[in-house]
């Protein structure tokens, strides 16, 4: 509350002394702030959010408020992450329902939560194909605690009875550990083939062999 005891509209300070008052600035305001810009680029990069919140507010804070403010930001947009994984068999149950031509799995290890690194992390596992078009298309994707011999196993498994047919099915990836020994057992070993660009990569990871250049 401010109230003005009497109006003085001459002053005896000069333009160049300023206020050095400081106000308290929780995570909050800063995130109310930044919800639009936050929901326009997802990526907006704390430096970033320092520098327009000094430019729009006159506003001078610490990288750790303009991150906690982006975190708030973030929720304001598409709520928690608890409530996003609340929301998973909701999902489920309309997947299945929107596609009932689909395949469709989902279950729940309780021991996921202790050998995952950290709250709701984990591994992204897809196979792709080519299209008609010569364009990548997403035939099966999971969401694992890690790229271990037992996801991998879950999720080639099922991925095998989503295609449902004896078909060959050529395989190509990295020839990780966990896939080279997932694929021999459930698929034909002799049709599982290195992706050029990771063996490119894998490659030109060791330093022994100078022969590499750069249009291997």
Not at 19 to 40: A, M, Q
Not at 66 to 73: L, N, S, T
Not at 78 to 89: A, F, L, Q
Request: glycine share 4%.
């Amino acid at each position: 509350m401010v109230q003005v005891h009497k109006y003085q509209p001459l002053h005896s300070h000069t333009t160049s002394v300023s206020s050095s008052v400081s106000l308290p600035i929780s995570n909050k305001f800063v995130g109310n702030l930044l919800v639009e810009k936050v929901r326009d680029n997802p990526s907006y990069r704390a430096m970033n959010i320092a520098k327009d919140i000094k430019c729009d507010y006159a506003l001078q804070l610490t990288y750790q408020r303009d991150w906690r403010g982006k975190e708030v930001a973030k929720v304001l947009i598409n709520s928690s992450d608890d409530d996003s994984y609340s929301r998973i068999p909701w999902f489920y149950k309309k997947i299945v329902e929107s596609n009932p031509c689909s395949y469709v799995t989902y279950s729940i290890d309780e021991d996921d939560e202790v050998h995952s690194n950290g709250k709701y992390q984990g591994k992204f596992l897809a196979a792709t194909t080519i299209d008609a078009n010569n364009g990548m298309f997403l035939v099966s994707f999971v969401v694992v605690p890690a790229e271990c011999l037992k996801d991998c196993t879950w999720f080639m498994g099922h991925f095998k009875e989503a295609i449902s047919d004896d078909r060959d099915v050529v395989i190509v990836s990295d020839r990780g550990n966990s896939l080279m020994d997932v694929v021999q057992r459930i698929f034909r070993p002799n049709l599982h083939a290195f992706y050029c660009r990771h063996l490119m990569e894998n490659l030109k990871s060791y330093d022994t062999a100078s022969f590499i250049e750069e249009d291997v």
